[in-house]
């Protein structure tokens, strides 16, 4: 089974909009911790924001926030006034704590992000 | 602060040959992780470095090897070159591999094999 779902292939989006790309995730540890990387054409992987499973606040970093409905084991990103640079692949990501995150970042298939202008 | 570093940028080889792969990690950040990245596979966990010993590793089989030497930078070797192995390969540090911290990504090298 999949650990990291993205439902999304692709979307297309009106600049200035608010974007949501959606994730869920798989695990039964307890601990883990939940990333979004934006990949631009060029190639080189941009973090973009962190949650940990047991904090309490949605995490949030300039444009960015993450809605994260841990009983859904959901960990949305939101996009707000979407901007044309924001084109890019972005994925979600989860590295689990126990056994010291054994298997590294697991990454999702990543949505393909496309602000028109 | 200078990012991860990742030499060369691309790189063709045959089937057969074996390659090398450098990484710099940021500085002071003492693990290092390696991806592979296809369009068939997306992206795959290679192996993490610590302290120069090798922490985890990823479903690759053995002809995938790396190392890290003591200033932290790391290499990642490819024998026996299969058409598969063409891919980005993606190098990723963070100060100590926590769970908790983000990996910071180099540009990765482009490999390609003929």
């Known amino acids: 089974a999949q650990k990291i779902t993205q439902t999304q292939p692709g979307m297309f989006v009106q600049e200035k909009e608010a974007v949501t790309l959606d994730c869920t995730y798989d695990?039964?540890?307890?601990?883990?911790?939940l990333f979004w990387y934006k990949q631009p054409s060029s190639g080189e992987m941009i973090f973009l924001i962190y949650q940990g499973s047991y904090d309490q606040q949605n995490a949030t970093e300039g444009r960015y926030s993450l809605n994260f409905q841990k009983a859904r084991k959901s960990a949305n990103l939101v996009i707000s006034a979407s901007q044309l640079g924001d084109s890019a692949m972005y994925f979600c990501?989860?590295?689990?704590?126990?056994?010291?995150?054994?298997?590294?970042?697991?990454f999702g298939k990543g949505t393909h992000l496309i602000i028109q202008p | 602060k200078a990012g991860v570093t990742q030499t060369p940028r691309y790189l063709i080889k045959t089937r057969g040959q074996q390659v090398t792969l450098s990484c710099s990690p940021i500085?002071?950040?003492?693990?290092v992780s390696w991806y592979q990245q296809t369009p068939g596979q997306g992206l795959q966990f290679l192996f993490e470095y610590f302290s120069e010993t090798q922490r985890n590793k990823g479903n690759f089989p053995g002809r995938f090897s790396g190392r890290q030497f003591s200033n932290s930078r790391s290499e990642m070797n490819v024998s026996t070159l299969e058409l598969g192995d063409s891919a980005l390969y993606l190098c990723?540090?963070?100060?100590?591999?926590?769970?908790?911290?983000?990996?910071?990504f180099g540009d990765g090298t482009r490999l390609s094999i003929l």
């Open positions: 695990t039964s540890d307890p601990s883990y911790g």
């Open positions: 990501a989860m590295r689990e704590r126990s056994g010291g995150g054994a298997d590294g970042l697991t």
């Open positions: 500085s002071g950040h003492r693990s």
């Open positions: 990723a540090s963070s100060p100590t591999g926590d769970s908790n911290q983000p990996q910071h």
